[in-house]
Structure formats: structure tokens, C-alpha cells
């Protein structure tokens, strides 16, 4: 049975199974928490690597026209300037004149963007009156000194990392159009209303593509990306019935969008953005060329056509990936008459992969076979763990909810008669034996 993705216990069950096995802490949990903030804790970040190196290596390393960077998170102000980020990426705030809640207008049901009213969502009683514009970068100061020159903000989006460096790439590797730049960052933006786990978070990462085009070519590769974007949901072992592409009308687009794709997804608070790809014309080379005063076009050697590249960008959230990755993996069924919650996840993702056990604890014997067992699949799988406390029943259990796809039980048959060890399936629960000679192409296969 798949747990009811409505049910507004399934957030509760995956927060907690998230704190309670390491995937996931409220941020500074010690000292009442940072609203906003989650730590990923050893599982977590397991499962977080994962999904960065098949996202890297399936949109970076797989490909030849992909070129990867690593930008400074803290970026000359200009930049933001440049971009209108400091004059415009802000949030309608409004306040609640009972309780003095915050909320973003146009995220709050009972509020009327147009009338520009609304009663408040949580007391119920008061009223939200006329949004003020309230900006989401964060603010540091540079040096010692702190005056209206040392400003400078926490980025807020990994993109424009990548444009700045668009013209260090095109210097350093010559690319030919197309190409483009991909990146795995921190991105902050001060949420009025952090809320829904790590969905809408104040710290988050972003994986960024901004892919560099000659305008007349934008359609092609915008779907090509579009498919490139879904089959990324599948490799992950998202449910496609679950992700919902919302072509966003012209009047709600960036004024500098000519088409914007939201990828949504059913998290268990309802359907919300996942991720998003946006034909974003030439207007981040074009501003940062005006800003900055250097060239940013590009000459295309054969035509001697010269001009500003235009830019299609698919924009995935890491920590809304984890979620969904997280939401669709939670699974709730019986097995041998005991319920179980588990935690389904694609191999590729899988934090552990393999899980090993002696059938007892103190038969030294069992043990140190196991150990030989657990050495050679770490050393081919890395992610393996080993595992001796509690009955057997119980691993499987623990090892079911983080999602691990087999554990191997080395027994008294191991040694005395079959040099076999029991693999047994995560989601089927069945067992069965293989010789230790044939274990790890036998994994092999499974988890591939
Ligand atoms: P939203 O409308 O939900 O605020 P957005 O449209 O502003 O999101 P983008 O600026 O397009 O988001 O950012 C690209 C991606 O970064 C989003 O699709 C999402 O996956 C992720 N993202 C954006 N803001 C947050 C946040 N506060 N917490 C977690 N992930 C975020």
C-alpha cells in the first residue's frame, strides 16, 4: 500500500524517520533551531552526493559540450545590480494586525492580489492588509570597515555565477555554440515564510544549467532539455504520474522569458514547483555587458555572424529533489503480519547499497566471515554496511528504512557447507542464496 500522498501525517512520518536514522536535523538543533535551515546529517548527505554526481555526471562529464565551474558564492555587487536582483527580487509581504504573522501574499489563499486584502491563514481573524516589497538577498559586509561600499549578498541564485564567466570559458576552451556551463551550489534568499521541510528553505543548493545558444535555435533546445529534464526524474526513481509540467502564460513570466516550463511535483502538502526551465534570451550577457562595460558576444567563426548568445536554463533544486526523492520513496506496507515502513529508493540514490550481517554476533566464526564478505563488496560498492546488533529480523527492518535494496546473512551453511550467503530483497522481502564466488557480479547486476 502506498502511504496516501494527501495524508498530512506522511510529511510527519518522513521528518521524523529523516531525524531518527540521519537523514536530515533542524538546523542548530541544540540552541531551538534556525528557522529555515536543516543539516543533513550522515545519510543525508550520502543521499545528497548521490544525486550531485549523477546529476553532474549526466549533464557535465556525459556530455562534450558541457563545461563545469565552481563560482564564489559572494560576488561583486554589481552583479546584482546588473541583474536587478537588488532593486527587484523581492516578495509581497504582508502582515497579519491581530497576530502580526508574516506571509507571502501571493502564496496565501485567503489573500486577494488584486484587491490587494485577505483574512490571515493561521489566526483566522485578522486582517492582511497592502503587501510592502520586501527583498530575499541577504546582506554581509566585505572587510573591516562597514559603510554602503563594503555591501555586498550572499548569492541567490547559482546562475549568474555561470554568466560571468561566460566569456573566461569561451577565452580558455573555445567552445563552439552550443555549449554550456553547469554548477552545483549554496544559493540563500531570506523566505518570508520558510515552511513544508526542506521545500522552501533560506539555505539551499541549486544544479544549474545556463546552455548558450544562436537565437534561432532556442526551440530545439529547449525541448530538448524539457525531455532531458524528465528522463532525470525517472533516473532518480521519481513516479512520472507525480510530476506535472506547467507551461507558465505570458503574463506570469519573467519579462525577460520567452518560455518557462514549471516542473511540479505531488509533495505530500500538494503540488508545488520542483524545478524550472526558462529561455531566458540574451538579457544576463546583454546586462552584464552593459554593467561591467566588457564584450560578451560571441563570433561565430564560419558565418562571421557575431552576437549575444541566448540562454535556455534548466534549473534543478537539490533539497526539493531530496524531498521528492524522499516523498516517493516513503512506502508503508505488511510483511510477515508486521507492518513495516520503508523507504523505496532507485539503487542509484541508495545511501547504502548493500548491508552485510553474520547470522549471530558471537560466533566468532560467522563474524569473521562476514567481515571478508563486507570488505570485498566495500571495496567494489563503497556503500556497504556491516551490521551484527540485534536479531536478523530487526537489520532488515532498519536496513528497510533507509531504503537499503539488500542485506547478505552469512550463516552456519556459509561456512560449513555452500560457501553461499542469503541475499535478501528490500522490497519483495525474498531471499535467496548465492555463492560468495558470484556475490558481487550477482549485485552487480541487481543494483545496475
Ligand atoms: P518559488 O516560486 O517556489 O519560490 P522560484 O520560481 O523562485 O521558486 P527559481 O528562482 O526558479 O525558484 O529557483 C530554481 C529552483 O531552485 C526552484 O525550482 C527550486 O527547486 C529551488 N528553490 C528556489 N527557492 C528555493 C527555496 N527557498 N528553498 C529550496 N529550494 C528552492
Not at 60 to 67: A, H, I, L, S
Not at 302 to 328: M, Q, V
Not at 399 to 413: A, K, L, N, S
Request: hydrophobic share 35%; charged share 30%; with cysteine.
Amino acid at each position: 500500500m502506498k502511504a496516501n500522498k494527501k495524508d498530512g501525517e506522511l510529511m510527519e512520518k518522513i521528518i521524523s524517520l529523516c531525524k531518527r536514522r540521519g537523514f536530515i536535523y533542524q538546523g542548530s538543533e541544540i540552541y531551538g533551531g534556525l528557522s529555515g535551515t536543516w543539516d543533513y546529517g550522515p545519510l543525508g548527505t550520502a543521499l545528497k552526493n548521490n544525486v550531485k554526481n549523477l546529476w553532474w555526471k549526466k549533464f557535465v562529464t556525459d556530455r562534450e559540450d558541457m563545461y563545469g565551474v565552481d563560482a564564489a558564492i559572494l560576488m561583486n555587487p554589481k552583479v546584482w545590480k546588473a541583474t536587478g536582483h537588488v532593486d527587484g527580487f523581492s516578495d509581497p509581504l504582508v502582515t497579519c494586525d491581530k497576530c502580526k504573522k508574516r506571509f507571502r501574499a501571493d502564496k496565501v489563499e485567503t489573500y486577494d492580489l488584486k484587491a490587494k486584502k485577505g483574512t490571515c491563514p493561521d489566526c483566522k481573524k485578522g486582517n492582511l492588509g497592502e503587501p510592502v516589497q520586501f527583498n530575499m538577498m541577504f546582506k554581509t559586509s566585505i572587510g573591516a570597515v562597514q559603510d554602503e561600499n563594503s555591501i555586498s549578498y550572499l548569492r541567490p541564485e547559482t546562475a549568474q555565477g555561470m554568466f560571468v564567466n561566460y566569456k573566461n570559458v569561451v577565452d580558455s576552451f573555445h567552445p563552439k555554440l552550443p555549449f554550456g556551463m553547469g554548477q552545483i551550489g549554496k544559493a540563500f534568499r531570506n523566505e518570508i515564510a520558510p515552511r513544508d521541510f526542506t521545500f522552501r528553505v533560506r539555505e539551499f543548493e541549486q544544479m544549474e544549467i545556463e546552455y548558450l545558444v544562436n537565437p534561432k535555435n532556442w526551440s530545439e533546445t529547449f525541448e530538448h532539455f524539457r525531455k532531458e529534464m524528465l528522463d532525470w526524474n525517472n533516473m532518480i526513481g521519481l513516479n512520472p504520474k507525480h510530476v506535472y509540467e506547467n507551461e507558465i502564460a505570458d503574463e506570469d513570466r519573467a519579462f525577460y522569458s520567452k518560455r518557462t516550463i514549471d516542473f511540479e511535483f505531488d509533495f505530500p502538502f500538494g503540488r508545488s514547483e520542483l524545478y524550472g526551465l526558462a529561455y531566458r534570451t540574451d538579457y544576463d550577457l546583454k546586462k552584464h555587458s552593459e554593467f561591467s562595460g566588457v564584450e560578451l558576444s560571441y563570433l561565430d567563426e564560419e558565418t562571421k555572424e557575431k552576437f549575444t548568445p541566448h540562454c535556455i536554463e534548466p534549473s534543478f533544486g537539490l533539497d526539493r529533489t531530496i524531498l521528492a526523492i524522499l516523498s516517493d520513496a516513503y512506502i508503508e506496507d505488511t510483511m510477515n503480519d508486521e507492518v513495516r515502513a520503508y523507504l523505496k529508493f532507485a539503487p542509484a540514490v541508495a545511501p547504502v547499497k548493500v548491508a552485510v550481517f553474520p547470522l549471530l554476533k558471537n560466533k566468532p566464526l560467522l563474524v569473521e566471515k562476514a567481515r571478508e564478505v563486507f570488505l570485498s563488496l566495500k571495496k567494489e560498492f563503497g556503500a556497504v554496511m556491516f551490521d551484527d546488533n540485534g536479531n536478523v529480523g530487526k537489520r532488515y527492518r532498519r536496513q528497510d528504512e533507509i531504503g537499503t535494496p539488500f542485506c547478505v546473512t552469512v550463516d552456519f551453511e556459509t561456512i560449513e557447507k555452500d560457501s553461499c550467503v542469503t541475499v535478501r530483497d528490500r522490497d519483495t522481502g525474498k531471499q535467496e542464496r548465492v555463492a560468495i564466488s558470484d556475490l558481487i557480479q550477482f549485485l552487480k547486476t541487481k543494483l545496475s
